[in-house]
């Protein structure tokens, strides 16, 4: 049986009894088909990942007993962050997903002139906490226990003005471009 995990936002411990919402108890009981006394990890992108024992379903919530810290090896020391113009529909949601899956630790979505998506402030957090959803799922899938940060939509401009750090190596892919990336080397801290 393959290994089910978790994303929580609760703090982990050795002992910790964790009561998790009606979302997580249909998650491990509708679709996971979990039972009591089954085993999970649980992960909350800050204290690694723990097995816990899930040990009643209520109604409304579940309740898992945190027991040991797992050795996971999933996350790449790379620090890649990614830069996207958004796109409407599912395509955005598909990038989110596929770029947590290979580990990259931050995603800036940006609006672009020429992109059909217009986003007001109330609309674009709400979007950007979506995203953070989807990110969540991915780790799950995919063993990582850490999950993108996702920014706040912002225009491509006002990211372009922005200060980088000298220690990374900042990249942008162009389709058809005369130099491949292959040339560029490995970088000597984190791409961007």
Not at 7 to 15: F, P, S, W
Not at 26 to 38: E, I, M, Q, T
Not at 128 to 145: D, F, K, M, T
């Amino acid at each position: 049986m393959p290994l089910k995990r978790l994303y929580v936002a609760e703090t982990l411990a050795a002992g910790a009894e964790l009561r998790l919402g009606e979302e997580a108890a249909r998650y491990l009981g509708r679709v996971l088909r979990l039972r009591v006394g089954d085993t999970v990890h649980v992960f909350n992108g800050d204290d690694g990942e723990w097995s816990a024992t899930i040990n009643r379903f209520g109604k409304g919530h579940v309740t898992l007993a945190v027991h040991d810290i797992v050795a996971n090896a999933a996350e790449t020391g790379l620090k890649m962050q990614l830069v996207q113009g958004i796109s409407r529909g599912e395509r955005m949601d598909f990038v989110v997903q596929k770029a947590t899956e290979l580990g990259v630790v931050r995603i800036t979505p940006v609006l672009t002139d020429f992109g059909v998506v217009k986003l007001d402030g109330k609309r674009a957090e709400k979007r950007r906490l979506h995203w953070q959803r989807v990110a969540a799922s991915a780790c799950e899938q995919s063993g990582r226990v850490r999950p993108p940060r996702i920014d706040a939509p912002l225009p491509l401009n006002d990211w372009l003005g922005q200060p980088r750090g000298d220690d990374s190596t900042n990249l942008i892919l162009v389709p058809g471009a005369s130099r491949p990336l292959t040339d560029v080397g490995e970088p000597p801290a984190g791409l961007c």
